[in-house]
């Protein structure tokens, strides 16, 4: 399966809102409700931040919102922080108990 | 709280096989409620799912790497390991393993990742 498609960067000043888009198919994105954001900071192992499209595992801040719209879901983080500065990366269930990742999106926080 | 850590060579030479391994502490990887998972990260690029371990013992991998990959259960030592044969070059990466809880659908829990490098 191919990679889900992200944007390779994404900035916006501290208290700003930014949203990250990750754009599959119908096998992946489009035909579940198995999507997933993660946070990875330089040299750290990826951290979920949002599970079934728009859930947040607990202690994650409610900063963090996902949606989805066809083939394509999208994270948003709001009021943005100099701590959210990292790469994120959403994945899809692809059916067939198979995954796929999306290509990373870097946030720059200005 | 799941902990997962893993364990292994950090230098293979081409052709070898690439062998790895990820204790698991806070959880029975017998247990219904968890599932397991590897993933890698080359260098300065993006995430790939190698494959998965449901707690029945069945297993899915990749299709891109199906041919050269197997995950298995050691429950004695509460271990699942990695073994990917005829290594390249392409193969050098971080590899994390990972816990998923309640249904093989997100990865919930992360190790530190380890770096594996493919050389000769």
């Known amino acids: 399966q191919s990679a889900l498609t992200q944007p390779p960067s994404a900035s916006g000043s501290p208290g700003q809102s930014v949203t990250i888009s990750c754009t599959g198919t119908s096998s992946d994105v489009g035909g579940h409700k198995f999507v997933s954001w993660y946070q990875q900071h330089p040299g750290k192992a990826p951290k979920l931040m949002i599970y079934?499209?728009?859930k947040r595992p607990a202690g994650v801040p409610d900063r963090f919102s996902g949606s989805k719209s066809g083939n394509t879901a999208s994270l948003t983080v709001s009021g943005l922080q100099a701590e959210d500065e990292a790469d994120y990366y959403c994945s899809s269930y692809a059916g067939s108990n198979n995954f796929v990742f999306g290509t990373g999106t870097k946030v720059t926080v200005l | 709280q799941l902990q997962l850590q893993e364990a292994g060579p950090g230098l293979v030479k081409p052709s070898e096989s690439l062998s790895l391994t990820c204790t698991v502490s806070g959880g029975a990887i017998t247990s219904s409620d968890y599932y397991w998972a590897w993933i890698r990260q080359p260098p300065g690029k993006g995430l790939e799912w190698i494959g998965s371990?449901?707690?029945?013992?069945?297993?899915h991998y990749n299709s891109s790497l199906k041919s050269r990959v197997s995950i298995s259960p050691d429950t004695s030592k509460n271990q699942f390991s990695l073994n990917l044969s005829s290594v390249t070059a392409a193969d050098t990466a971080v590899y994390y393993c990972?816990?998923?809880?309640?249904?093989?659908?997100?990865?919930?829990?992360w190790g530190q990742g380890t770096l594996v490098t493919v050389s000769s």
């Open positions: 371990l449901y707690y029945s013992g069945s297993t």
């Open positions: 079934e499209i728009n």
């Open positions: 990972a816990g998923l809880h309640d249904a093989p659908t997100e990865f919930d829990f």
